[in-house]
């Protein structure tokens, strides 16, 4: 009983790594034309599910994946499934591929739409004597986030235990009891904020952290598809458009991608960013540069 036991399990994880390869098989690029983007439903990248879904995109050799957790961005891209993603320069500066990728546009900056939530006070963080946990992302933007936290409030990093959970597992994280913190961004913090997480930091509050969205690509395909990734710009700026003109029609949209976030929820989300589509503020590039960011692809 016991060895047929272990021959199902076997044969249930050969079905699951068939399963997989299968998938990213059939979702390779068909054409050397098209151009795969990986993708998340964060607040600043809706401008693209609005296009996506309005049929902008259709004529475009652009193709968006959309996905949940930051790090599937550099997996999808390490394995040749995708030539570029949108994310923030602390992802891209995780990835061992830096030199070969460079921001064609800026999107946002955060300014409020990624926090550091806990079931605690900073002043019980900061007296606490028990481990408290940290759920993130590990490998992302939200490790960053956590030690620019810890240095700017003076905290004991031997405090805290990191563990490495999913967007999704932490959106779902019920109220505990015990001493934790969650690292999340729109829109999975309305479902957080809704169970009595409160916000313990943001990118509002800290003083020495500007998290900066962007299209990344790598310059190979860059080169030879300057008016497409033009073209790319000018729908997202028309989407944006769009929004400020009309938000409950944009709402209407793209509130499939948004993790039930209600239209107040959303509206709200978007006052934690600042569009960069129209003018990018020079300290927003000499900051890229300082983190040794390539800033010579950006477009006008």
Not at 144 to 159: C, Q, S, T, Y
């Amino acid at each position: 009983m016991k060895k047929a036991y272990v021959v199902i399990i076997a044969l249930v994880m050969l079905i699951s790594m068939v399963a997989v390869s299968l998938y990213y098989y059939l979702n390779r690029p068909t054409t050397s034309s098209e151009i795969r983007i990986s993708t998340n439903p964060w607040v600043g990248f809706t401008p693209l599910i609005y296009a996506q879904e309005k049929g902008w995109l259709d004529d475009s050799p652009f193709k968006f994946i959309w996905l949940v957790d930051l790090t599937d961005n550099a997996r999808l891209y390490r394995r040749g499934f995708t030539q570029g993603f949108t994310a923030t320069q602390y992802e891209l500066m995780h990835f061992k591929e830096q030199h070969a990728i460079k921001p064609v546009f800026l999107i946002d900056h955060s300014y409020g739409a990624d926090a550091i939530l806990s079931n605690r006070s900073l002043d019980e963080l900061r007296s606490s004597k028990s481990p408290v946990k940290v759920f993130l992302e590990r490998g992302s933007l939200n490790e960053d986030f956590f030690n620019a936290f810890v240095r700017e409030n003076g905290l004991d990093p031997k405090i805290f235990s990191q563990i490495d959970s999913s967007q999704k597992n932490i959106s779902a994280m019920p109220m505990l009891s015990e001493a934790v913190m969650l690292i999340s961004y729109s829109p999975y913090l309305s479902e957080l904020q809704k169970k009595g997480y409160r916000t313990v930091a943001s990118t509002r509050t800290l003083k020495n952290f500007y998290v900066i969205d962007a299209l990344f690509v790598d310059e190979k395909v860059i080169d030879g598809n300057e008016e497409e990734f033009a073209r790319l710009k000018e729908i997202m700026v028309l989407a944006i458009k769009r929004f400020k003109q009309d938000p409950k029609e944009y709402y209407s949209v793209i509130k499939g991608y948004l993790e039930g976030q209600t239209y107040e929820e959303f509206i709200e989300s978007t006052e934690g960013i600042e569009w960069l589509h129209d003018t990018v503020p020079p300290t927003i590039v000499e900051y890229l540069q300082s983190q040794k960011i390539k800033t010579d692809r950006l477009l006008p």
